[in-house]
């Protein structure tokens, strides 16, 4: 994400400056820059497990934009464990592909929708409201990951580490 985002907002900007050229060009061609500086990424980093993932997602992504389908994370994440299967089966024996797919699948699960907020309160009510909401389920996010991935972590490394929600 850190790797593709700007070069997916990079091509967005230039449909937006060139707005004959992103008239011509189909919705989501914005995308094209972000799948390239994936693939680029993948390919640098060694095509790992969560190299791998990203890059599948990256382009499913993109393709559910160019079909104008709904997009749905964890069909993104099943195509994407699928994918990774394929391409090197000998990863399920990974504990990296466990725990990057279920790290990842946990997070979909657990992050909150988007809720409405309420147009009659002061500007400055709503950002402190908006950074405790955040604050707080970047915490309920912390606990979902330590408890979901533990009984990966103990069945591959067979510890658990109590300073990884800091870390992380």
């Known amino acids: 994400a850190m790797v593709t985002a700007p070069f997916m907002l990079l091509g967005h900007g230039v449909q937006r400056i060139l707005p004959r050229v992103g008239l011509r060009l189909p919705a ?18 060694g095509f790992g497990v969560s190299t791998v993932r990203a890059l599948v997602m990256t382009i499913a992504a993109a393709s559910y934009v160019f079909a104008a389908r709904p ?17 090197d089966p000998v990863s399920l024996r990974s504990a990296s592909f466990w725990l990057s ?3 990842v699948g946990w997070l979909v699960l657990a992050i909150p929708r988007g809720e409405s907020a309420a147009t009659n309160v002061p500007a400055t009510r709503r950002l402190i409201n908006r950074i405790g909401s955040e ?3 970047l915490l309920v996010l912390q606990f979902v990951l330590g408890l979901g991935l533990a009984p990966i972590l103990l069945l591959w490394f067979e510890q658990i580490s109590l300073v990884s929600p800091l870390v992380n």
């Open 135 to 137: 604050g707080r389920a």
């Open 101 to 103: 797919f279920v790290a």
């Open 71 to 87: 997009l749905c994370a964890l069909d993104l994440l099943m195509l994407a464990a699928l994918e990774a299967a394929l391409l």
């Open 28 to 45: 989501g061609v914005g995308l094209v820059p972000a799948i390239i500086a994936a693939a680029l990424y993948a390919g640098l980093a």
